[in-house]
């Protein structure tokens, strides 16, 4: 019996406190709203089916693509094909290219985008390109339990930048890069069905330790699985710029922590790169601009609890200067 009263309590002083998450709902709001500048590099390609030029900077704007076309040589190019790690977004519509020399693009978000300790790994924003893995032959939109993937990775990154206020920038000079591993995927793969299901959170990063390497002999579809609900893309911690840089950040008073607003993303130099970037998301987490702490939530879990009245009861009527 008093076995069954310890479950009990457990029960329900923890149990509120278990966060389930879910399905990813489309918000624009959760990714880069404005485009601030884009200047064209030199060497921007074109759209290999309709011709027109990479040059299109509202193409990094919004979600990252889920469905790109057929690419006219093992696919009708009349068919919406699902993005997956070896089957990247690829049209001038979908992608922006940066360009070699003094090419880049500057994107604003419409709120602060915050160095969040509940952001998962510590990431605070997700830039996604058109990277991909190498797998087996031609991708034919088949089933991606059947297509194996290498270690070697299809990118071109490029130099990412951060600004408050779009004129004091802080690099992260030795990467992470844009254009980078990993590289998207649209939709979780349902293996029971054999069907594409839910969109993958794009808000969401993948574990930072997670490589290229990794993956090496996966399936498309295990591939899809090791990012664990992410639709992938390459993850950016605030915390990973010089100390100087970070302290340098000022520090929002309402969430008493340091932010930025704009993204810029620049030709990497000495390199062939030419970066392609189709978005830029803030990661979602409790405590954010969407999802604030609850009055009376005092342990910062975004629910308000037992262990917030055992915080409260712990320091009831502790006073630390000036008490009457």
């Given amino acids: 019996m008093f076995g069954n009263k310890l479950i009990i309590i457990f029960l329900i002083i923890y149990l509120p406190m278990i966060q389930i998450s879910a399905a990813y709902s489309y918000d624009p709001n959760d990714f ?9 590099g030199t060497g921007v390609g074109n759209d290999a089916i309709s011709g027109e030029p990479f040059n299109e900077p509202n193409s990094a ?11 006219g040589t093992s696919i009708d190019p009349n068919i919406n094909v699902p993005v997956v790690p070896v089957y990247p977004a690829f049209r001038y519509f979908e992608v922006v290219t940066i360009g070699d020399g003094n090419g880049s693009i500057t994107l604003k978000f419409n709120h602060r985008v915050s160095n969040d300790d509940n952001n998962l790994y510590g990431i ?48 992260f000079d030795t990467g992470p890069y844009a254009d980078d591993f990993a590289p998207t995927a649209g939709y979780r793969w349902d293996a029971v069905n054999d069907v594409w299901a839910d969109e993958l959170d794009p808000t969401r990063p993948i574990e930072p330790n997670l490589s290229a390497s990794d993956v090496d002999g996966y399936t498309v579809a295990e591939v899809i ?35 930025i ?3 810029r993303i620049e030709d990497k130099p000495g390199s062939a790169a030419k970066t392609e970037v189709d978005a830029v998301a803030d990661v979602s987490a409790c405590g954010d601009y969407k999802h604030p702490y609850p009055e009376g939530d005092v342990n910062k879990n975004c629910v308000v609890d037992f262990g917030d009245i055992a915080i409260i009861t712990r320091s009831w009527l502790d006073c630390s200067w000036n008490c009457q």
């Fill in 32 to 40: 880069a709203v404005e485009v601030v500048e884009y200047i064209e």
């Fill in 61 to 71: 704007l919004g979600r990252p693509t889920l469905e790109t076309t057929g690419d």
């Fill in 124 to 171: 605070d924003f997700i830039i996604f390109g058109n990277a991909k893995l190498s797998g087996g032959g031609f991708w034919t939109n088949g089933n991606p339990e059947d297509v194996t993937v290498s270690s070697a990775v299809f990118n071109e990154p490029g130099i990412v930048s951060v600004s408050q206020n779009g004129t004091d920038w802080y690099t």
């Fill in 225 to 259: 699985d090791s990012y664990d609900g992410s639709a992938g893309g390459t993850g950016f911690d605030l915390e990973e710029l010089e100390p100087n840089d970070f302290n340098s950040l000022s520090v929002d008073p309402n969430s008493n922590r340091r932010w």
């Fill in 261 to 263: 607003q704009y993204v």
